[in-house]
């Protein structure tokens, strides 16, 4: 599905890569849309073609990140919650982005916070039961009335695009009690009113995971989404959907939306739906896949705790392993792969970040092999704020642009030492190929390896720089590769096509 929302902008097929534009500690204040916008030149120079924004819908405050979500209509319009505009900019900010990134070849998804609401305009007194924060199939309490901020009737906006207003029958739980000042998990009491019993089944059920959990087996819930839905692609231009949170989201509302918003109507049938089921079971994840019942990505949170797990472990790992119980290997269709993200970047909720060594090798494995559709994160190209800021990955860039350039054909590898391994990419009619070596060992790796025998005599070197010196292609078609140690390498011939797009190595 990505590649028919990617080759319906470009015209036709080619390398597609998304990149997820923000990082948790990303300038607030209005900003951040009008540096996507003037950042589309540099990124579709370097082979980005699409990306995913912060939520673009109004938060509880001025300086919402948008996860915490009050009104799904409301895209930086109206003045609600302190301030006309989101914490990334305003309505006009966000389209006038979207247009331009898509006429330099950059497509854009949605982030869809579809689990909670926030900041609610009033209070409202309904009957609840307190359960238990580890099994919230148990309660711990018993029913009783409490005063839950639940009611949403958007002042600011009115009935502009939708009149519905929210209240406590449109939840099923909340994690405060106004009326005793208490904070805990509360269940709110209503006729066939349960947990979802297809989410994750952590602590008993995962259904609640903050603020005021929606129902989405009410009919006036998911209507309301499924209009929102077709609404937000036509209003802005986009192509489609990241899902904050699915694994604590009905499964079988999930499934409805996809199929609702890519129904004809609106010319967006093929939009791409990827979906944040992060878990480090892969059997989780496909067990996932497959109950949509409708074609649909997640991003592969395996294999980025297999990247977290390598450089970690340095020269330990055994590189031949990197793919092991991962969604790239078992259904890599359905594979967005990525090396880091907002979640688990340094002080947050999933903390998991890759070091700062292993990234260019995790981008490699990524960005230069067949499977998978991979994700840039924002905070690797431009380095990461907050208390403990990370500087971005090295020539990062570059390695994008290896894939715009020579990633194409057919893959050959050469896997056969724990702490080297290498592969080929043949290229094509369009594309000269390339050999990448990865290295996690302590002294430089080496690898020989077969580019074909109508490569004969041509000399070849390191497009990223890294490793000094020039191969010479034998008679056979053979040459030896190699890469610095902790490393990579990214070898192509010296007058191959798109070459000169690169610094001077």
């Not at 939520?55 to 301030?83: A, M, N, V």
Request: net charge negative.
């Amino acid at each position: 599905m990505a590649h028919h929302a990617n080759e319906d902008n470009k015209g036709g097929p080619g390398n597609f890569t998304m990149m997820q534009y923000f990082e948790w500690y990303a300038e607030g204040g209005g900003v951040h849309f009008k540096k996507y916008e003037k950042e589309a030149d540099r990124l579709a120079s370097m082979g980005i073609t699409a990306c995913w924004l912060p939520p673009p819908t109004k938060g509880s405050s001025p300086e919402g990140t948008g996860y915490d979500i009050y009104d799904i209509w409301d895209l930086g319009e109206f003045d609600q919650k302190g301030s006309k505009g989101t914490k990334w900019g305003t309505k006009e900010d966000l389209l006038s982005a979207i247009k331009t990134a898509k006429e330099k070849g950059i497509i854009t998804y949605i982030d869809a916070v579809m689990n909670h609401k926030a900041g609610a305009d009033e209070k409202e007194e309904f009957k609840a039961t307190m359960v238990d924060e580890n099994d919230r199939t148990k309660t711990v309490g018993e029913l009783h009335d409490i005063e839950g901020w639940t009611k949403f009737t958007f002042p600011g906006r009115g009935e502009k695009y939708s009149p519905m207003k929210w209240n406590f029958n449109h939840f099923t739980g909340v994690d405060y009690d106004a009326k005793t000042e208490t904070t805990a998990i509360f269940k709110i009491q209503g006729d066939g009113k349960d947990w979802a019993d297809d989410v994750d089944d952590e602590n008993g059920s995962y259904d609640y995971l903050m603020f005021a959990d929606i129902d989405h087996a009410h009919p006036d819930v998911e209507a309301e989404f499924n209009k929102w839905g077709k609404w937000i692609l036509q209003e802005t231009g986009a192509y489609g959907f990241r899902f904050d949170a699915v694994k604590h989201i009905s499964q079988s509302f999930i499934a409805q939306f996809v199929k609702h918003v890519r129904e004809t109507e609106g010319g967006k049938a093929k939009a791409f739906c990827v979906g944040e089921f992060w878990h480090d079971s892969v059997d989780a994840l496909v067990d996932y896949l497959e109950g949509l019942g409708t074609q649909f990505s997640c991003f592969d949170s395996c294999l980025q705790d297999n990247f977290y797990q390598a450089g970690e472990a340095r020269e330990g790992y055994d590189l031949r392993q990197i793919f092991d119980n991962t969604l790239l290997q078992r259904r890599p269709i359905d594979a967005v792969t990525l090396v880091d993200n907002h979640d688990t970047q340094v002080g947050q909720s999933l903390q998991r970040w890759v070091s700062s060594g292993f990234k260019p090798l995790a981008y490699a494995l990524i960005l230069l092999r067949v499977d998978g559709y991979p994700c840039v994160f924002y905070g690797d190209l431009y380095g990461t704020a907050g208390e403990n800021p990370q500087k971005p990955v090295s020539q990062l860039e570059d390695i994008v642009r290896s894939r715009k350039h020579f990633a194409y054909g057919e893959l050959r590898d050469y896997w056969d030492h724990p702490n080297c391994v290498a592969w080929v990419r043949l290229g094509d009619e369009e594309h000269d190929g390339c050999v990448t070596v990865i290295c996690n060992g302590n002294d430089d790796g080496s690898k020989k390896c077969e580019v074909g025998k109508d490569h004969a005599g041509e000399k070849w070197t390191d497009v990223m720089g890294w490793h000094q010196g020039e191969v010479t292609i034998d008679e056979e078609g053979w040459g030896e590769f190699f890469s610095p140690p902790q490393s990579i390498s990214i070898w192509t011939k010296t007058d191959a096509r798109g070459r000169e797009e690169f610094k001077k190595e």
